[in-house]
C-alpha cells in the first residue's frame, strides 16, 4: 500500500488513512465470531483428490504409465490456478503415498481405510467442494474423453460436475460427453457437493500419450479449475 500513497493527492491519503482505521474497528468488532469471519471472508475452501497414490497406482498401461502420477501432476496444476483467486485449496495427497497403515491385509479393506481418510480430511477442513482427480481405461481401448461424475442424490453435486464439464468440453479436439450420476463411495460419503473427474482413458493410445503431457494437462486443469470457481461464483 506504502507505493501507491505517495503518488496519491492529500484528501484520498487522508480517505485512505481513514478507511484503513474503519477496517481496524470494524475487525475488532468481529473478532467475537472469529471462526465464522475467517471462513467467509477469506473465501472458499476446495479439497482436491487426486485418485489412487502409494500402493494403488489405479489404472496402469503396458508402456508404464501410472494413473496416479497423472491425477497428482492435474491435481497440483489446479491447486496452482485457483489459489490466486484466494481459495484455500488441500490436496488429500500431495506425493506418492496411501493412507492403508502398514501390516492391513486385503484390496478391498485397505482400499476402504485410504478413501475414508480422504474424505474425512475433506469433512475435517469443512471443504466446499470435494473433487477426486482420476483417468479411465478400458479393455477395448476404444474410448477417449474426458467426464465428470456426481453422486446422482445430490443437487449441488450434478451442478458442480456440469459446470466442470462444461469447461472440460471445450478443450479442442474434445468429445461432448455430459456430466453423469453414479453412486460412488466418495461422493455419497463427503458432506460437501463431491465430483469425480475422469480426465480421459489411458486406454487409448492418442490420449495416453497426451495425458502425459504438460501442455494437455494444463488444459484440463484450466477447464476444471474453471468450473471449480464459476461454482462458487469467483470471477
Ligand atoms: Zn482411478
Known amino acids: ?27 475488532v468488532l468481529w473478532q467475537g465470531s ?9 473465501g472458499h ?17 503396458a508402456q508404464g504409465v501410472y494413473e496416479k502420477s497423472i491425477n497428482l501432476e492435474i ?15 488441500f490436496l488429500t495427497r500431495e506425493e506418492d503415498i496411501d493412507y492403508a497403515p502398514d501390516g492391513v491385509k486385503g484390496k478391498t479393506t485397505k ?10 480430511m ?14 479411465n481405461a478400458t479393455a477395448t481401448g476404444q474410448n477417449s474423453g474426458a467426464e465428470t461424475f456426481y453422486h446422482y442424490k445430490s443437487e449441488s453435486g450434478k451442478e458442480l460436475a456440469e ?4 469447461e472440460l468440453i471445450k478443450i ?29 482413458y489411458l486406454s487409448s493410445l492418442k490420449e495416453q500419450k497426451k495425458l502425459q503431457q504438460s501442455w494437455y494437462q494444463e488444459q484440463l486443469a484450466r477447464a476444471i479449475a474453471k468450473g471449480i470457481a464459476n461454482y462458487l461464483n469467483l470471477p
Not at 472469529?34 to 477469506?42: G, N, P, R, T
Not at 475452501?45 to 498401461?61: E, K, S
Not at 496444476?77 to 483467486?85: H, Q, R
Not at 475433506?122 to 467442494?129: I, L, R, S, T
Request: hydrophobic fraction near 45%.
Open 111 to 120: 482400499k476402504q481405510i485410504d478413501l475414508n481418510r480422504r474424505i474425512e
Open 122 to 135: 475433506a469433512n475435517e477442513a469443512k471443504a466446499d467442494v470435494f473433487v477426486s482427480l482420476h483417468v
Open 172 to 200: 479442442p479436439g474434445m468429445n461432448r460427453r455430459i456430466a453423469k450420476p453414479g453412486d460412488f463411495y466418495v461422493t455419497k460419503n463427503t458432506s460437501m457437493p463431491g465430483v469425480i473427474v475422469e480426465v480421459g
Open 45 to 61: 475452501v476446495v479439497m482436491l483428490d487426486p485418485g489412487h497414490g502409494g500402493y494403488d497406482p489405479g489404472a496402469i498401461t
Open 75 to 89: 491435481a497440483q496444476k489446479v491447486k496452482e490456478m485457483l489459489v490466486p483467486s484466494g481459495i484455500a485449496v
Open 1 to 27: 500500500m506504502r507505493q501507491p500513497v505517495r503518488i496519491l493527492g492529500k484528501k484520498t491519503a487522508i480517505l485512505l488513512v481513514l478507511s484503513v482505521m474503519g477496517m481496524l474497528v470494524l475487525s
Open 163 to 166: 459446470l466442470i464439464q462444461q
Open 34 to 42: 472469529a471462526a465464522v469471519i475467517s471462513h467467509s471472508a477469506e
